[in-house]
């Protein structure tokens, strides 16, 4: 079955070695140095919002030809559209859900429909052969319900540099907290709320970035990835662009830029990819 005949029926698709070996290396050195600096702390491990910006030296994975080639055979169109969505993550874990935003924010329209396309491109940076990847609901893309459990599920088997294609729609989850990090967690989010309503701030609360460090101390392996969305260029496309630019960039308050790194719009512009500039200050 192609590539787009997966998305279309089951949600999600794996393409293999889209990058090779020193490529991953290379983005784990990346990733590792940016997150010994900078990033939101989150469920025990670390994310950074808007990474498109605020990780310039990842920018050449979305110009890299086999990324592109890729989206091209998932969509079945040369007309693609770099949103600027990237989050990188280390070592978090995740719960079920959408990345539709909450409410399907990242839609101005219903986007439960046949013309709405938006694939996502997860490269995790090692091998998962475990339940410790993406896992989905497959053929939940179509359902606006939401809220999986583990029935039915599918723990999707990937090595490091496969690109796991997965539409945006799709309920889905990163790896489960072990029994240790479900009480750090809980701990952390409670002294959280207390600090919070001690100083009054308005602020979300959110895990205390102290405990992610401490976690890195628990006995895992380091696991990290790259999420980011190349769109069709179409009215849906746009809209997930500019909505979810827009959460990125309140979800992150520390940000080094509001435009992307030197050379991608031209990289992008040489490769036929339309490139999505965001208002970012007036969010
Ligand atoms: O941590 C993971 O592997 C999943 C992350 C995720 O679900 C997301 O970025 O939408």
């Not at 088997?157 to 496969?162: E, L």
């Not at 001690?198 to 895990?207: Q, Y």
């Not at 970035?209 to 849906?236: C, G, K, M, N």
Request: charged share 25%; proline share 5%.
């Amino acid at each position: 079955m192609s590539v787009r005949n997966e998305l279309d029926e089951s949600g999600f698709a794996v393409v293999p070695s889209v990058l090779d070996p020193d490529e991953v290396a290379r983005l784990r050195g990346t990733l590792t140095t940016h997150f010994g600096e900078r990033g939101s702390a989150f469920n025990l491990g670390w994310t950074q919002p808007n990474a498109a910006i605020e990780c310039p030296d990842i920018s050449w994975v979305f110009s890299h030809p086999k990324v592109l080639e890729t989206y091209r055979d998932a969509y079945g169109s040369n007309d693609l559209l770099f949103t600027g969505h990237c989050d990188i993550h280390q070592d978090s874990f995740s719960a079920w859900h959408k990345d539709t935003g909450s409410g399907d924010c990242y839609f101005d329209e219903d986007c439960f429909v046949e013309e709405c396309r938006v694939i996502k491109m997860a490269i995790y940076l090692q091998d998962h052969f475990d339940e410790a990847g993406l896992t989905v609901a497959p053929g939940s893309h179509r359902s606006r319900q939401w809220g999986s459990s583990e029935d039915g599920a599918r723990s999707i088997a990937s090595r490091a540099g496969d690109a796991v294609l997965f539409d945006v729609r799709i309920d889905h989850r990163g790896r489960r907290p072990s029994s240790t990090e479900r009480i750090m967690h809980t701990t952390g989010m409670s002294v959280s709320k207390i600090i919070r309503r001690v100083t009054r701030s308005t602020h979300a609360p959110g895990e205390p970035a102290a405990l992610s460090r401490i976690a890195e101390h628990l006995p895992r392996t380091t696991r990290q990835s790259v999420f980011f969305t190349i769109a069709l260029d179409d009215r849906f496309g746009e809209q997930f662009a500019r909505n979810n630019m827009s959460r990125q960039r309140r979800q992150y308050a520390d940000p080094i830029g509001d435009s992307y790194p030197d050379g991608l719009a031209e990289r992008m512009g040489e490769a036929g990819v339309a490139v999505f500039q965001p208002d970012l200050p007036n969010c």
